[in-house]
Nanobody
Framework: QVQLVESGGGLVQPGGSLRLSCTSSRSIFSINVMGWYRQAPGKQRELVALFTGGGNTNYADSVKGRFTITRDNAKNTVYLQMNSLKPEDTAVYYC?????????????WGQGTQVTVSS
């Protein structure tokens, strides 16, 4: 079992920055895939940025060059630095973790944190 706690959302003007944090209840060394999804009103949840194993990352095309995912293993925390924010980045951002044990995977989600980009 894994609990994921997000923080850092809020209201920001276009062009501004925010940093989201996701802290895991267990060591992130034991998590195979971890990162961020988002869901805007009326839209499906979509991938934003992930650590996919071996230190590799995967970003949505819409955030490349603006968002950066990082991790602090000692704090069991993954961050999402969001720069040059646009109104279309407005969404609830969810932390995601996938653990694979004996070829079976389990997916965990945080409670979500609201990001609103508006002037």
């Amino acid at each position: 079992q894994v609990q994921l706690v997000e923080s850092g959302g809020g209201l920001v003007q276009p062009g501004g920055s925010l940093r989201l944090s996701c802290t895991s209840s267990r060591s992130i060394f034991s998590i195979n895939v971890m990162g961020w999804y988002r869901q805007a009103p009326g839209k499906q949840r979509e991938l934003v940025a992930l650590f996919t194993g071996g230190g590799n990352t995967n970003y949505a095309d819409s955030v490349k060059g603006r968002f950066t995912i990082t991790r602090d293993n000692a704090k069991n925390t993954v961050y999402l630095q969001m720069n040059s924010l646009k109104p279309e980045d407005t969404a609830v951002y969810y932390c995601n973790a996938v653990i694979v044990v004996l070829a079976a995977s389990r997916t965990y989600w945080g409670q979500g944190t609201q990001v609103t980009v508006s002037s």
